[in-house]
Nanobody, 122 residues
């Protein structure tokens, strides 16, 4: 089986920084895009940033210039600077097109992390 384990959330003051990490584990051959999504209370989950297997990033307009996504093979990071109260949400990691071996044959599917809370408040 494949697991995504997130870490790095917490409480930070406006203007502060946090770094989220998400590590995929299992008998993984490859992962296509990896990314971060967030869901604020009473709102739909939205894209924050994604990064391709080749390292090409994409960002939501709301975070451009403040957040940086990076990747080291099967681990993805999100450096969040100049945090604002509206960045408060549960942040979810997603791995797309995970090709892995599960004891009998190869599979390809998407996976989500369990979510990590980010709170921005003074």
């Amino acid at each position: 089986q494949v697991q995504l384990v997130e870490s790095g959330g917490g409480l930070v003051q406006p203007g502060g920084s946090l770094r989220l990490s998400c590590a995929a584990s299992g008998y993984i051959y490859s992962i296509n895009d990896m990314g971060w999504y967030r869901q604020a209370p009473a709102k739909q989950r939205e894209l924050v940033a994604t990064i391709s297997r080749g390292g090409t990033p994409k960002y939501a307009d709301a975070v451009k210039g403040r957040f940086t996504i990076s990747r080291d093979k099967n681990t993805v990071y999100l450096q969040m600077n100049s945090l604002k109260p509206e960045d408060r949400a549960v942040y979810y990691c997603k791995a797309e097109g995970v090709q892995y071996y599960n004891g009998d044959r190869d599979y390809i599917r998407d996976y989500w992390g369990q979510g990590t809370q980010v709170t921005v408040a003074s």
